[in-house]
C-alpha cells in the first residue's frame, strides 16, 4: 500500500513563504506523478500543482501559477511545493496525492489512487 505523508504546513503572514513535503513510500512506489490539492473550508478540493516523476513536466492551477514551485527528489520519493507570495485565500488543508496518470492528477482527481492526509496552511491577513 502506497503511503504519502505531508509536512511543512503551518501559520504565516499573508506575503509570506512556506515549503511543503510529500514523502511516499510502501508497495514498490513508483507512481509516475506526484501533485498537490487543496481544500478550503467549505469548498470543495481543487488541484494546484502536479509533476512527473520522469520528465520533471510541471502544470499549475491559475491562481497559483508564478508564486507556487513544484519539484520533486526521486531520490527520496518526495515532492515539495514552495509557495511564495501567500494569500489569506490560499489558506487550506493541502493533500499530497499520487497515481500513475499525470491526466488523472490534473483531471480526474477522484480517480486519483494515493492521498496523504493533508497538512493545514493558514495565511493570515
Known amino acids: 500500500q502506497v503511503q504519502l505523508v505531508e509536512s511543512g504546513g503551518g501559520l504565516v503572514q499573508a506575503g509570506g513563504s512556506l515549503r511543503l513535503s510529500c514523502a511516499g513510500s510502501?508497495?514498490?512506489?513508483?507512481?509516475?506523478?506526484m501533485g498537490w490539492f487543496r481544500q478550503a473550508p467549505g469548498k470543495e478540493r481543487e488541484f494546484v500543482a502536479a509533476?512527473?516523476?520522469?520528465?520533471?513536466?510541471?502544470y499549475y492551477a491559475d491562481s497559483v501559477k508564478v508564486r507556487f514551485t513544484i519539484s520533486r527528489d526521486n531520490a527520496k520519493n518526495t515532492v515539495y511545493l514552495q509557495m511564495n507570495s501567500l494569500k489569506p485565500e490560499d489558506t487550506a488543508v493541502y493533500y499530497c496525492?499520487?497515481?500513475?496518470?499525470?491526466?488523472?492528477?490534473?483531471?480526474?482527481?477522484?480517480?486519483?489512487?494515493?492521498w496523504g492526509q493533508g497538512t493545514l496552511v493558514t495565511v493570515s491577513s
Open positions: 496525492a499520487a497515481d500513475d496518470s499525470i491526466v488523472v492528477l490534473t483531471t480526474f482527481p477522484t480517480k486519483v489512487d494515493a
Open positions: 509533476i512527473t516523476m520522469s520528465t520533471s513536466s510541471t
Open positions: 510502501g508497495r514498490t512506489f513508483s507512481r509516475s506523478a
